[in-house]
């Protein structure tokens, strides 16, 4: 069974860092893209970051770009993302997700392709 669990979200000033973890389990983690979208409220869900299983390329979405890193441990089939100089504009419910193809193809509406997501974790920043 293919599970991902995201943790690590929470309340936070704006400024302030935070760091989210997603644990992947049920499929080879190598073959994968692993994602972090997020949807805010009334918004469609975006994507902010992914990295490859495989070799550990990254993409970032440009309102991550220079403030988030995202990273991987395989040897425990978990990612990470540092969330830094957070604003109120970050405040979302951020979800993790697995899917042959980089994340910043993804646009509008066409996150419903993906089909492996975890639960979500909701990080909210306050100003």
């Known amino acids: 069974e293919v599970q991902l669990v995201e943790s690590g979200g929470g309340l936070v000033q704006a400024g302030g860092s935070l760091r989210l973890s997603c644990a992947a389990s049920?499929?080879?983690?190598?073959?994968?893209?692993i994602a972090w979208f997020r949807q805010a409220p009334g918004k469609e869900r975006e994507a902010v970051s992914c990295?490859?299983?495989?070799?550990?390329?990254?993409q970032y979405a440009e309102s991550a770009r220079n403030r988030f890193t995202i990273s991987s441990d395989n040897a425990k089939n978990t990612v990470y993302l540092f969330l830094n100089n957070l604003t109120p504009e970050d405040t979302a419910v951020y979800y993790c997700?697995?899917?042959?193809?980089?994340?910043?193809?993804?646009?509008?509406?066409?996150?419903?392709?993906?089909?492996?997501w975890g639960q979500g974790t909701r990080v909210t920043v306050s100003s």
């Open positions: 997700a697995a899917d042959p193809f980089w994340c910043t193809a993804y646009s509008g509406s066409t996150w419903h392709l993906i089909d492996k």
């Open positions: 049920g499929f080879n983690f190598d073959d994968f893209i």
């Open positions: 990295i490859s299983g495989r070799d550990g390329n990254t």
